[in-house]
């Protein structure tokens, strides 16, 4: 087992190299998806919204928690990944078929017929991430985030300028469906071409036997979180229009880039980093609370940021079509500053319970969460989004106040870490507010640009004159991550 110096270098190294590649991600993401909305209607993103509740309901089945119980497990062996690697391909070609059958009856319910013609192909999904869910598994296992950061990196790079040209051409929604399943096919292709493990003919019954009770545990939360995280969308669409569920999901899927994109790199790395601490008390904490702090540094500015810009992004980048998003996106990204903070606790009590409190805790959530959308539903497509707001704060409170159970670091320590970040924060966001007001009318390019460019230099500025504790901790993993490269 690495001592604890040697893995914290690790993770450090880990989250430098993972972040690095989900920033290049986001960014290439960024243009393709600003590429390919100014060539597709808001009904063509409203129905790809649709397909994709039922795609991340299944994904939770195919998974059913076992690759984060091959995470946190001390010594897996070659009959437990064979086990895991046969559920996932036979459960997804069982739902590949299921979901192409209902497709049909999904489009006469909403009245878009071109919904079954998409569905069978985006649907191979499924069946493609089966394939590679081992081999990324064993690579988290081993912190090779190096080598994994690069196959994410270049599946990202393939599968942008396959939408781009697909969308240059006129295909439309097709470009949308060639994106997502040429990212996933080249992953996986790059997976098993740069892994060793391959499937044996082993007996390995009792793996998953053996590894059912967490797993199965996770899956009935991840499968809560799941159906909770798309049903506004499903209403949108059935409620109010195939349109206004475009501009929902437009306006979250732009958000989701920055904080996906941090909060994937920092999970997949601290989760077995943190499993590998669990039983040193002392350390935990240490590591519980950095991983706090550098987090809300990373995505508190990001957020902030881009509500202050807004308007100028929209205006500058997309089409007029796309303008009457702009409300959900400032909206939206409210939710940036509070989730991170859910993800984080939410992991300690993957690390340090059984799962029984996860899934507790989980239906607690989700009784809130009815209850919001209950309310908000009907009103119109904002109040869902500062519904999910609302909800997304709730999240993080309960998160935290269960995660105080399994460790020595209270609520109070926690806040008392990232209030720095929030007030510095704040701060920018004012700072970046009034100057935006005093060059309006230079043009929205020149604004744009020098707003994001005072953000950029006070925050950073006021980070190292005040030495900042979270600064100098992002500054020391920017040092290792370029020694180690």
Request: aromatic share 12%; glycine share 2%.
């Given at each position: 087992m690495a001592s604890n110096g040697e893995l914290g270098k690790r993770v450090a190294s880990g989250v430098a190299w993972s972040i690095s590649e989900k920033i290049g991600s986001a960014l290439l993401q960024i243009v393709v998806s600003i590429v390919v909305a100014n060539r597709v209607m808001p009904i063509d993103m409203g129905i790809i919204a649709v397909l994709a509740v039922f795609t991340a309901l299944a994904q939770v089945v195919v998974d059913s928690g076992f690759s984060q119980t091959l995470i946190r497990k001390s010594n897996p062996d070659q009959s437990d990944f064979n086990a895991v690697f046969r559920f996932n391909i036979i459960s997804s070609l069982a739902l590949y078929i299921i979901l192409t059958a209902i497709a049909p009856f999904v489009a006469d319910f909403y009245g878009w017929p071109m919904l079954a013609k998409v569905a069978p192909v985006l649907f191979l999904l499924l069946p493609l991430n089966a394939l590679c869910v081992i081999q990324n598994t064993i690579m988290v296992r081993e912190f090779r985030f190096a080598q994994l950061s690069t196959i994410l990196l270049s599946s990202s790079v393939i599968s942008g300028l396959l939408a781009i040209a697909m969308a240059l051409a006129g295909c439309g929604i097709w470009s949308l469906v060639g994106q997502r399943v040429s990212l996933m096919a080249t992953k996986a292709i790059l997976l098993w071409w740069r892994s060793p493990w391959r499937p044996k003919r082993v007996k390995c019954s009792e793996s998953l036997h053996q590894m059912a009770p967490y797993s199965l545990r996770l899956i009935g939360t991840d499968m809560i979180t799941a159906l909770y995280n798309n049903v506004a969308q499903l209403f949108i669409g059935t409620i109010y229009s195939g349109n206004a569920l475009g501009y929902?999901?437009?306006?979250?899927?732009?958000?989701?880039?920055?904080?996906?994109?941090?909060?994937?790199?920092?999970?997949?790395?601290?989760?077995?980093?943190?499993?590998?601490?669990?039983?040193?008390?002392?350390?935990?904490?240490?590591?519980?609370?950095?991983?706090?702090?550098?987090?809300?540094?990373?995505?508190?500015p990001i957020m902030a940021g881009l509500i202050a810009t807004a308007e100028q992004f929209y205006t500058l980048l997309l089409k007029a079509e796309w303008h009457p998003a702009i409300p959900y996106f400032r909206t939206l990204c409210l939710i940036g500053l509070f989730y991170p903070m859910a993800a984080i606790a939410y992991n300690v009590l993957k690390v340090k319970s059984d799962g029984s409190i996860i899934l507790r805790l989980e239906i607690a959530k989700k009784v809130i969460m009815t209850i919001i959308f209950a309310i908000t539903i009907p009103w119109s497509v904002e109040a869902i989004a500062w519904g999910l707001v609302i909800m997304s704060i709730c999240e993080m409170a309960l998160n935290l106040a269960a995660a105080k159970r399994y460790t020595k670091c209270s609520v109070y320590s926690l806040i008392k870490t990232i209030l720095p970040v929030a007030i510095l924060t704040v701060a920018m966001y004012l700072i970046v507010m009034i100057t935006g007001a005093t060059v309006a009318d230079l043009g929205v390019a020149t604004s744009l640009t020098i707003k994001i460019c005072t953000g950029i230099i006070f925050y950073i500025l006021a980070a190292w004159l005040t030495r900042m504790q979270a600064f100098d901790e992002v500054r020391e993993i920017a040092k290792q991550f370029l020694a180690n490269k």
């Open positions: 929902f999901n437009q306006a979250q899927k732009l958000k989701d880039m920055p904080v996906n994109s941090t909060m994937q790199s920092i999970q997949s790395v601290t989760f077995p980093a943190l499993s590998k601490i669990s039983n040193d008390e002392e350390k935990f904490v240490v590591g519980y609370k950095r991983v706090m702090m550098i987090t809300a540094f990373i995505i508190f």
